[in-house]
């Protein structure tokens, strides 16, 4: 038990230097505009990558119907600003879809 507490510590701190580095090294305000922006995309292009995916096998069988509750989701999102209405919504959608077809 002690030893697997050890080896735990350990990889804590193994993992914690890569990101503590960079913070400790550059500082923000040194940072080019462009390159500031190109970070402040970032956030978004993971979320894509992570969402879409297993956006599209989200229902077994039918890719289509995954395809529309996507396209729903995506749609409340931008016009409603409204990420748990996007949520509600598209669970909604893909139960209607699911008793419909």
Do not use: C, H
């Not at 890719?63 to 996507?70: D, G, T």
């Amino acid at each position: 038990m002690n030893n697997i507490l050890i080896l735990v510590i350990l990889m804590a701190f193994v993992t914690y230097i890569p990101r503590l580095l960079p913070l400790a090294v550059m500082k923000a305000d040194r940072l080019p505009e462009k390159f500031k922006l190109f970070l402040s995309f970032i956030p978004y292009a993971v979320l894509g990558a992570l969402i879409i995916p297993d956006g599209l096998s989200g229902i077994p069988g039918s890719i289509w119907n995954s395809v529309i509750v996507l396209a729903v989701a995506a749609l409340v999102s931008w016009y409603k600003n409204n990420v748990i209405l996007a949520f509600v919504i598209s669970v909604a959608v893909a139960w209607g879809l699911q008793v419909v077809f």
